[in-house]
T-cell receptor, first 114, second 113 residues
Framework: AQSVTQLGSHVSVSEGALVLLRCNYSSSVPPYLFWYVQYPNQGLQLLLKYTSAATLVKGINGFEAEFKKSETSFHLTKPSAHMSDAAEYFCAVSATSGTYKYIFGTGTRLKVLA | NAGVTQTPKFRILKIGQSMTLQCTQDMNHNYMYWYRQDPGMGLKLIYYSVGAGITDKGEVPNGYNVSRSTTEDFPLRLELAAPSQTSVYFC????????????FGSGTQLSVL
């Protein structure tokens, strides 16, 4: 069985500050991991994904995430927050075999303060 | 290239009414999914399809039905709408490899009163 846990349903940061959104996963097989972003009244868009190549993954808009197997984590970071980063962020996991399903976390809403 | 298109964007239903949420994609993707999004609950998989004529249940299928007669279309049917089905519904599609991203529609906001 697979699952993802996102710690913190709401995170607030000041503009220019570090963004850290946490995601821990559980998977009985090697996982594929994703971060999606959802802007208001829109569908989800892919930020980045881990597919067992490099453990540090760079995505769009300056975001990156590091896969840490020992910690079963895939936290999302950005060195300097912009106002335009305000959105909801979802971590997701899929299996390398056995299912075509993607499991999503409960989401973290990021607020950027001026 | 339109991607994944969902209609309608908003709908209000009365308890017991039925409706169909439409989803179509123009990327020739075999895999299509229906999710519902509730505040603080993330996305829950309702149904998915791995190709025309093949559908399967997700985590929360009760109260819903789907069909997949063509590669492009994957409608979601609500029979006897209930207040518990008030939610935002997203359709998504993908190539099928689970290391690849999903493409999402812009959602349907449904209220059942």
């Amino acid at each position: 069985a697979q699952s993802v846990t996102q710690l913190g349903s709401h995170v607030s940061v000041s503009e220019g500050a570090l963004v850290l959104l946490r995601c821990n996963y559980s998977s009985s097989v090697p996982p594929y991991l994703f971060w999606y972003v959802q802007y208001p009244n829109q569908g989800l868009q892919l930020l980045l994904k881990y597919t067992s190549a490099a453990t540090l993954v760079k995505g769009i808009n300056g975001f990156e995430a590091e896969f840490k197997k020992s910690e079963t984590s895939f936290h999302l970071t950005k060195p300097s927050a912009h106002m335009s980063d305000a959105a909801e962020y979802f971590c997701a996991v899929s299996a390398t075999s056995g299912t075509y399903k993607y499991i999503f976390g409960t989401g973290t809403r990021l607020k950027v303060l001026a | 290239n339109a991607g994944v298109t969902q209609t309608p964007k908003f709908r209000i239903l009365k308890i017991g009414q039925s409706m169909t949420l439409q989803c179509t994609q123009d990327m020739n993707h075999n895999y299509m999914y229906w999710y519902r999004q509730d505040p603080g609950m993330g996305l829950k998989l309702i149904y998915y399809s791995v190709g025309a004529g093949i559908t399967d249940k997700g985590e929360v299928p009760n109260g819903y039905n789907v069909s997949r007669s063509t590669t492009e279309d994957f409608p979601l049917r609500l029979e006897l709408a209930a207040p518990s089905q008030t939610s935002v519904y997203f359709c998504a599609s993908g190539r099928g490899a689970t290391n690849e991203k999903l493409f999402f529609g812009s959602g349907t906001q449904l209220s059942v009163l």
